[in-house]
């Protein structure tokens, strides 16, 4: 009789460890696939890279890929800039900010950015933060209203980009205008699928997910938002392409006035 119920006894403890194993691995098998959704729609960006889409909005994944995030694009024409801070020593470099994009995106399109102010709590344009970090931004396109920092400019390359030491305003001008072209819905030109191949393998450590679902033009090797435009982004100037591009996207209205409205300082 004792030996019926040690047998007992056994088979419900194996019952029991068995039972266990599999809610285990039942429990591990959700998890894992918990993990890789989360992977597949919220790609982790290298360093120094921002991802591309909204936030709260996944965009389906044959979108990622081309030069312009065609939801990204603003519905107005006149946007607002703010700095986050205005130190009286950083006033030359935001003068110089400004009035480079006057003369490249505001000159070959009815886009007007307007303000240049300090921030305010709610601003439904572009915030920009100086500092020295790798110079971004945290979105692309109307994605950027209002985000704090949602764009970040460096003018010291003390600690990031110290190879712009000797040449801190020529980076500085083709760092903005690169940086307002994302601001305006533009990817980088080099993560196309029509990219050439030597391209692809220059910037191979580069790559991230500012990537675009609209191709305005044929693949632009002089774009400034190529990485593989020689010398680094170009002359800080906009390519033939890139004023067929932001036309494409911001068409002029009839009778339009191509002097910008907030005339360079």
């Known amino acids: 009789m004792r030996h019926r119920r040690v047998r007992t006894n056994l088979n419900k403890l194996k019952f029991t460890s068995a039972h266990s194993l599999e809610i285990q691995s039942s ?21 120094g890279a921002a991802d591309a889409r909204p936030r709260g909005e996944v965009l389906p994944l044959m979108e990622i890929y081309g030069s312009v995030i065609s939801g990204s694009k603003w519905n107005a024409y006149v946007i607002p800039v703010c700095w986050e801070e205005l130190p009286a020593y950083d006033q030359e470099l935001r003068t110089l900010v400004r009035n480079v994009i006057a003369a490249t995106w505001e ?20 915030r920009i933060l100086v500092a020295d970090q790798g110079p971004r931004v945290q979105a692309i396109g109307r994605y950027l209203a209002n985000w704090p920092n949602g764009m970040i400019l460096n003018f010291r390359f003390e600690r990031a980009q110290r190879d712009c030491q000797d040449s801190i305003e020529d980076c500085v001008k083709k760092i903005a205008v690169h940086e307002f072209g994302h601001a305006l819905g533009f990817a980088h030109e080099h993560n196309r699928d029509d990219t050439p191949k030597e391209c692809q393998e220059e910037v191979a450590g580069a790559l991230d997910n500012i990537q675009g679902d609209w191709n305005l033009t044929a693949h632009d090797p002089y774009s400034i ?13 906009l390519s033939e392409k890139d004023i067929e591009s932001i036309r494409i996207l911001y068409p002029f209205e009839e009778n339009f006035d191509l002097n910008p409205r907030t005339p360079p300082l």
Do not use: H, Q
């Open 107 to 126: 000159a070959n399109s009815p886009i007007r950015f307007t303000d240049w102010s300090l921030c305010e709590d709610e601003v439904e344009g572009i």
């Open 27 to 47: 429990v591990w098998r959700i998890l894992l696939v918990v993990w890789v959704s989360w992977v597949i729609l919220y790609p982790v960006s290298p360093a």
């Open 225 to 237: 938002m190529n990485y593989c435009n020689k010398p680094w982004l170009g002359t800080g100037e």
